[in-house]
């Protein structure tokens, strides 16, 4: 699932729900096409990895995984501060 591409601009998106949110729901693929703006919304660690299963990030990243690249974005996933990973550390700690 993700971002679909219309000459290297984001057009819309395919999903599919949750299984665990949705015990009962479809398992078909959905497709919401947008009018005017995607917006990527899935926080520090979904937001990446959607947009690189898309093929929009770095070329050697999306060559490694075999994902075929759509628009080059090399920072993509880069520079994430971490702060998450400090406050489990003094969670850890105390």
């Known amino acids: ?5 219309s000459t290297n601009r984001a057009s819309g998106v395919t999903y ?7 015990p009962d729901g479809p398992r078909d ?3 919401v096409k ?3 703006l995607v917006l ?3 926080g520090a660690f979904g937001s990446p990895g959607i947009l690189e299963r898309s093929g929009i990030g770095a070329k050697d990243v999306l060559d490694r995984v075999g994902v075929e690249q759509r628009v080059e974005l090399p920072g993509v996933g880069e520079n994430y501060q971490g702060f998450s990973e400090q406050r489990i550390s003094r969670i850890i700690c105390f």
């Open 1 to 5: 699932m993700g971002i679909i591409l």
């Open 16 to 22: 599919i729900l949750n299984p665990l949110l949705h």
């Open 29 to 31: 693929t959905h497709t």
């Open 34 to 36: 947008a009018t005017k």
């Open 40 to 42: 990527v919304s899935a």
